[in-house]
Every structure is written in C-alpha cells, then in structure tokens.
C-alpha cells in the first residue's frame, strides 16, 4: 500500500475496505453524472480496467491535494472527512474533471 493512501486512512481513521469502498461508490457516481445521457455506455465503463486506472490516477491526485492541505493547523476528524468528501465528490468531479478521450476510446475499442 502506498503512503499516500496510508496517510489518507491514517487521518479518517478508515481502514482499507473503507477507502476502497468510497473510491469505487465516487468512481461509479463520476460515470453517472460524466454519461448523464448516455446511461447504456455505464456499464462498459464500470468493467473497464482502462477506466478504473484512469480514475485511480485521478484519486492519487486529489490524495495529494487532500496532504498539502492538511499541513495547516490540526483538524477534527469530522472536519477530514467533509473536506476529504467535498474533493472527491463524484458528480463534482464529474463537471469539473472531464475524462481523456484517450480513455473513452480505448474503452469502446477494448
């Protein structure tokens, strides 16, 4: 497991189930959100290896704003948690972060 990810569970005091859990619900809410009106490419997207890494890059990402902002000052849990939940909101990332269509077109040619 890397330190990024270590130091994350560390702050929200969440085991690894957990932080998994919460990337795979926000990756999946992205999809619904990013194909809003194009439900039935959902799917092919949610079994896509291609999708998950790109997402996991982006997660990595976001991780390491998380750490930069955590250097200030010494936050309740409660507070880590709705600033962790607010950068990784996936219908926000969904209109703010749009997916490379690198990534689309090798999901729909894979």
């Given at each position: 497991m890397?330190?990024?990810?270590c130091f994350v569970m560390e702050k929200l005091q969440w085991t690894e189930l957990?932080?998994?859990t919460f990337q795979y619900e926000q990756g999946l809410?992205?999809?619904q959100h990013h194909f809003m009106n194009l439900e039935q490419m959902i799917p092919q997207f949610e079994s896509s290896k291609i999708f998950w890494r790109w997402?996991?890059?982006?997660?990595?990402?976001?991780?390491?704003?998380?750490?930069?902002?955590?250097?200030?000052?010494?936050p309740s849990v409660q507070t880590l948690k709705?600033?962790?939940?607010g950068l990784h909101n996936g219908q926000v990332l969904a209109e703010e972060m749009k997916m490379q269509n690198v990534v689309i077109e090798e999901t729909i040619n894979s």
């Open positions: 890397d330190a990024l990810k957990e932080y998994c809410v992205y999809l997402w996991m890059n982006q997660w990595m990402d976001l991780d390491s704003v998380f750490e930069h902002s955590m250097r200030i000052g010494n709705t600033v962790y939940h």
